[in-house]
């Protein structure tokens, strides 16, 4: 795999090579592995795996699936329903897919009561990009250039045919 490369299908096999490998282990086993996999990548990789995030967490605002965590039990007021989206993509493709296209798919999915939440998860590239930078610029103060680091990993914009690319997945439909 080409570590300085990302779309979908490299974000997406990130994801589900850390459930494959943590299985139904505890979220801070979760993250411990993707911290590793996530650091394997590039800066401009882990930019950009962090830029389809930010893309797939925002299409999933909205009240159809804020109905969904609810039903889950989970807590769901608005920093609840924030971490329900980071839990629902870290699931992975499949049950992001099948939930953003049709919440109630989220009924076929074995969902224990009240654990739709995973916020740290939502924290993790910004970690993950900080350290391999810091790791690669040793000679340069974090306090002077830590606004900067934020700024390259949250405001990266995407290009308008990776933007296609990630919405040709998903169904257009008005929110409830």
């Known amino acids: 795999i080409n570590k300085t490369t990302m779309n979908k299908e490299v974000f997406w096999n990130v994801i589900d090579e ?19 996999k996530l650091s394997e990548y590039s800066l401009e990789a882990i930019r950009d795996w962090y830029a389809i995030f930010r893309f797939y967490f925002t299409k999933a605002y909205r009240n159809d699936l804020w109905a969904a965590c609810a039903a889950t039990k989970s807590h769901c007021t608005d920093d ?25 798919s989220l009924a076929d999915f074995d969902i224990p ?50 933007v296609e690319d990630l919405q040709s997945d998903i169904l257009e439909r008005p929110d409830i």
């Open 113 to 162: 009561e009240g654990k739709a939440n995973f916020e740290l998860f939502g924290y993790e590239p910004d970690s993950v990009y900080e350290k391999k930078w810091d790791k690669e610029n040793q000679d340069v103060a974090q306090e002077q250039n830590y606004i900067g680091i934020w700024k390259a990993i949250n405001t990266y914009p995407l290009s308008s045919d990776v």
């Open 80 to 104: 609840g329903f924030i971490d329900f989206r980071y839990w629902l993509i870290s699931k992975g493709r499949n049950m992001y897919l099948s939930a953003i296209n049709d919440p109630d």
């Open 18 to 36: 850390v459930n494959n490998i943590v299985g139904k282990g505890s979220q801070e086993q979760y993250l411990s592995v993707f911290n590793e």
